[in-house]
């Protein structure tokens, strides 16, 4: 069993910067974070191998946004810069079961609750 638990979310400028970070209990593998706005459906945001050593974004938030994970503290990190708008959204922590390196939800085992981050225009 793995719990995750996000925090550093908050409110932001448009142009500003923010650092999520996800505290997991329990062996992970591949670490991943998703985003919902209100009315939409969960998206994938960016996903880091076990070894940090591979990663992969959708392609709004490419050249913005970092994801990186520190196996020593058990902890995986998502920097955002040039924030806009429409980064808005709640963003959920997600653990693989295996090592693959996946951009659906199906593929994601345990969630964290969730942290709010919103960009103001």
């Known amino acids: 069993q793995v719990q995750l638990v996000e925090s550093g979310g908050g409110l932001v400028q448009a142009g500003g910067s923010l650092r999520i970070s996800c505290a997991a209990s329990g062996r992970t593998f591949t670490m991943g974070w998703f985003r919902q706005a209100p009315g939409k459906e969960r998206e994938f945001v960016a996903t880091?191998?076990?070894?940090?050593?591979?990663?992969m974004y959708r392609d709004s938030v490419k050249g913005r946004f970092t994801i990186s994970r520190d196996n020593a503290k058990n902890t995986v990190y998502l920097q955002m810069n040039s924030l806009k708008p429409e980064d808005t959204a709640v963003y959920y922590c997600?653990?693989?079961?295996?090592?693959?390196?996946?951009?659906?939800?199906?593929?994601?085992?345990?969630w964290g609750q969730g942290t709010q981050v919103t960009v103001s225009s």
């Open positions: 997600a653990a693989a079961g295996d090592y693959g390196l996946y951009s659906l939800v199906g593929h994601y085992r345990y």
């Open positions: 880091v191998s076990w070894r940090n050593d591979n990663t």
